[in-house]
T-cell receptor, first 113, second 112 residues
């Protein structure tokens, strides 16, 4: 089956620093999604990407859909303590639908105040 | 508007017991899916449905059954629980088309 390699597995940063994480796939995806999960809760959608090369921002978060359609990047600028959590990338290989998602294993982000 | 509601939030079962995890959404979403989340494994798709009366298997379907008799509900059944099914289970829903999935808060299931 399809696999997503998400890196890094964990990050420990100081408040105010910028963060970058990425996902790579062995196959092409038509949609890339980035979710954040807080302890005891379900994943919450941060950014959705639908076209190769697309660059989308949501506040301090910016994500890009790689040109090859096999990777995606998420950047967080000027991190704050509430950014702590697990960040997941997810991809859909189907055209026009996202009901079958493949997830990365997550990046655990810790922000030191 | 409650979004995606999962019940129960926690459950402990003995090996061999059966159980149904409930999932309901009030957004009239066509698509619904079940995932399990294990440490270090991310989320893996168990079963999914593209509409009432239609279900299909995902990546890890063995040991689980689903049905979709209404648009709103998508229950997940464990017929004979095994310790390997100890996990956190998430239900998700989305509109038809390339719309992102929205997740419930999960059911934490332990099987002894």
């Amino acid at each position: 089956g399809q696999q997503l390699n998400q890196s890094p597995q964990s990050m420990f940063i100081q408040e105010g620093e910028d963060v970058s994480m990425n996902c790579t796939s062995s196959s092409i995806f038509n949609t890339w999604l980035w979710y954040k999960q807080d302890p005891g809760e379900g994943p919450v959608l941060l950014i959705a990407l639908y076209k190769a090369g697309e660059l989308t921002s949501n506040g301090r978060l910016t994500a890009q859909f790689g040109i090859t359609r096999k990777d995606s990047f998420l950047n967080i600028s000027a991190s704050i303590p509430s950014d702590v959590g697990i960040y997941f990338c997810a991809g859909s290989a189907q055209a026009g639908s996202n009901y079958k998602l493949t997830f990365g294993k997550g990046t655990l982000l810790t922000v030191n105040p | 508007n409650a979004g995606v509601t999962q019940t129960p939030k926690f459950q402990v079962l003995k090996t061999g017991q059966s159980m149904t995890l409930q999932c309901a959404q009030d957004m009239n979403h066509e698509y619904m899916s079940w995932y399990r989340q294990d440490p270090g494994m991310g989320l893996r798709l168990i079963h999914y449905s593209v509409g009432a009366g239609i279900t299909d298997q995902g990546e890890v379907p063995n040991g689980y059954n689903v049905s979709r008799s209404t648009t709103e509900d998508f229950p997940l059944r464990l017929l004979s629980a095994a310790p390997s099914q100890t996990s956190v289970y998430f239900c998700a829903s989305s509109r038809q088309g390339a719309q992102p999935q929205h997740f419930g808060d999960g059911t934490r299931l332990s099987i002894l």
